[in-house]
């Protein structure tokens, strides 16, 4: 019994994605900028925590989470007096990550991300 608990426990550790590292994103904006920038993460069971850089700066990740090959984490960016929560979320796969973003009522942004050494 403990080696079928054992296997089973590898198993389900095994399947799951490892997004620790850093992450190179390229994406078009919504009027067509293509923009990049990295994503440097670090997953510690199922929480997730990192930084996004840009053009626009540094921000720390906020209430980010691992499920499985799924993540999804929060960026707070600060301009102009204001405060925009950015909402990510995506599926690691491989080498490979496809995230959508999020920001308040415009339509969410296809992000693809490999990652980096």
């Known amino acids: ?3 079928v608990v054992s296997i089973l426990l590898f198993t389900g550790l095994a399947s ?3 997004p620790s ?6 994406y078009a904006t919504g009027n067509g900028h293509q923009r990049e920038s990295k994503l440097d993460l670090k997953a510690e069971g199922d929480r997730l925590e990192g930084t996004l850089s840009s053009e626009r700066g540094t921000a720390r990740i906020e209430s980010g989470k691992i499920n499985g090959d799924e993540i999804a984490f929060d960026v707070v960016r600060k301009s ?5 929560t950015v909402h990510f979320k995506g599926k690691v796969e491989g ?3 496809k995230l959508s973003m999020q920001y308040g009522q415009r339509a969410p942004v296809t992000i693809t991300a490999t990652k980096g050494l």
């Open 80 to 84: 102009n007096n204001d405060e925009i």
């Open 16 to 18: 799951a994605a490892d």
């Open 1 to 3: 019994m403990k080696c």
């Open 21 to 26: 590292g850093v992450w190179n994103l390229a």
């Open 95 to 97: 080498g490979m990550m």
